[in-house]
């Protein structure tokens, strides 16, 4: 079958990745199931666990398929193929967000369905849930930026790090934050201003920083 | 519509420790040109602008009549790249990769990839991280040739090949060349490979084109004329002789426009020439790039 070169690149992706993706989704499932045998240790170490699984997707994405693909010179060859550098930005922007978003949507509707259906945690974590679920998602559009964009492995680890460390810190704030926290052991989700304005400026950062990776790629004049 | 393969006129490009000034190429259709350099000398970045890879900063690139870099899609269907730093991806069979390019090139010539397998003594359920170096270029290039692209751009592709593995492939492109509409652009520091299957030569060094001409031309042209010089002859500066090497009575005087004429003017100076030596085409580059360095020392 013959598609568009963009889509075969894309698809291409998807063959390359499917296996460490699907394997990580799995991480995140059995961390699922940890918190599901109920009591304070096994949450801990279950949403540690969902969330580890979330963050290596996040950051093994840009490494694998775009940072590798340029240190290992698999670069040369595709740009060998009909296609611009702007197509082949589109296609990586795609592959690697659909990828990311396949596994982190995956992982959050299971987690919502689950403390829906099976009470794995009050309703009223869901808004927290989605906020610190969010955060992954905004690491991974800084690294896949970098790692378009910077070109060099050295960018894509700066931000690796950068983002590692802050997810962390971010994530303790967030739990101290009492606007949040308030409503969290509650029966019901309260979509609060505050968690509102968090979600906004996540979801901000994100469209901010795929629209800036876009806008650059389109400028350069040596692509490789 | 024109003659022509690639055109490049007036063609430059600034980098910070290195720049490309005033590029000017022209492959006929149907031809081999061979782009012969020293390491460093241009000829990646030239292909690169070629191919729409590296914008140029000034000047005309046209490629099987499309404008670079503005038109790059289209003119890459019908161009088929390999490079020496060109990897295919490791984890992956030589089966998987002949698949992903067959779903993109219609053109893709199924029955000739099996053929090349055939030729080339490669497995196509074999995965590209268990293929020796040689292997993995015969696998680029079966990628290449099995698209049956118009223009053929070979960057270094003999780089680190053993020599039977060399033969193969040059084996193959004169082969491919049996199809007179078919152009090739062959970069490479291996000037046997460029003398053995080019029609055309261009030299290259430190971003500028020294000279861009037939083959049979060069080696026509340039010759080692051996000569006696007895105490008290001083050599006269002829034209056409673009370098003499003196060490004691005997002398060597390369000549880039050689004409038998030369020999009686020595002879008449008071030499004696003992032998007029053809050159081999590396003798020529060296010869060429040596007398084009101390030029371009000798004007700064």
Redesign the interface.
């Known amino acids: ?3 568009s ?1 963009v889509g ?1 690149l894309i ?2 992706d998807w ?2 990745y499917r296996t460490q993706l699907l394997l990580m989704i799995a991480g995140g499932a059995i961390g699922l199931a940890v918190v599901l045998r109920g009591g304070q240790g096994p949450f801990t170490i279950g949403a540690v666990a969902f969330f580890v699984a979330m963050v290596l997707v996040a950051h093994m994405l840009p490494m694998a398929g775009i940072v590798n693909e340029r240190k ?3 670069l ?2 595709l ?7 702007t ?1 082949y930005t589109t296609s990586k922007l795609i592959s690697t967000f659909g990828l990311f978003l396949i596994s982190w949507l995956t992982l959050v509707a299971a987690a919502v369905v689950l403390i829906e259906t099976r009470g794995m945690a009050p309703r009223g974590f869901i808004p927290m849930l989605l906020i610190l679920a969010l955060l992954p998602f905004v690491g991974f559009c800084l690294m896949t930026s970098a790692a378009l964009v910077g070109e060099t492995e050295g960018w894509a680890i700066a931000a690796n790090v950068a983002c590692s460390s802050s997810y962390g810190l971010i994530w303790t704030y967030m739990v101290q934050v009492p606007a949040l926290t308030a409503n969290a052991a509650g029966p019901v989700p309260v979509w609060n201003s505050t968690v509102l304005r968090i979600l906004g400026v996540e979801l901000g950062l994100i469209v901010l920083i795929l629209a800036l990776t876009y806008y650059l790629q389109s400028r350069k ?4 | 519509m024109n003659d022509f393969a690639i055109e490049m006129s007036g063609v430059s490009k600034r980098y910070r420790f290195f720049s490309l000034e005033d590029i000017r190429l022209n492959v006929p259709e149907g031809q081999i040109m061979g782009l012969i350099g020293p390491n460093g000398a241009g000829k990646s970045t030239t292909i690169r602008i070629l191919l729409g890879l590296v914008h140029q900063d000034e000047g005309e690139v046209r490629v099987l009549n499309r404008r670079m870099p503005a038109e790059q899609i289209g003119a890459k269907w019908d161009i088929g790249f390999a490079s020496e730093d060109m990897r295919l991806y490791e984890s992956m069979t030589l089966d998987w990769h002949m698949r992903f390019i067959r779903s993109i090139y219609p053109g893709w010539d199924a029955p000739y990839a099996q053929l090349l397998l055939k030729r080339f003594g490669l497995r196509a359920e074999q995965k590209i991280k268990g293929l020796s170096h040689g292997q993995r270029v015969k696998a680029t290039l079966l990628l290449v040739l099995a698209r049956r692209p118009k223009l053929l751009v070979l960057d270094e592709p003999t780089t680190g090949l053993d020599p039977v593995a060399r033969h193969e492939i040059l084996r193959e492109l004169t082969s491919v060349m049996a199809d007179e509409g078919r152009s090739i652009l062959f970069s490479s520091h291996h000037t046997q490979d460029v003398e053995q299957i080019s029609d055309r030569i261009t030299f290259i060094d430190r971003g500028r084109i020294l000279d861009s001409m037939d083959k049979e031309v060069y080696l026509d042209r340039w010759r080692r004329l051996r000569l006696e010089t007895p105490a008290g002859v001083e050599l006269p500066a002829l034209p056409g002789i673009i370098g003499v090497r003196q060490e004691g009575r005997l002398a060597v005087a390369t000549a880039n426009a050689f004409i038998p004429d030369l020999v009686g003017a020595y002879e008449s100076a008071g030499a004696r020439v003992q032998r007029v030596e053809s050159m081999t085409l590396e003798e020529i580059f060296v010869a060429n790039v040596e007398y084009s360095r101390e030029r371009e020392e000798v004007q700064a």
Do not use: C, E, W, Y
Request: net charge positive; glycine share 4%; hydrophobic share 45%.
């Open positions: 079958m013959r598609g070169v075969q698809l291409k063959v390359l290992n010179k698999n040369a060859f740009m060998s193929l009909p296609i611009s550098s197509q004049r040596d692509f490789i």
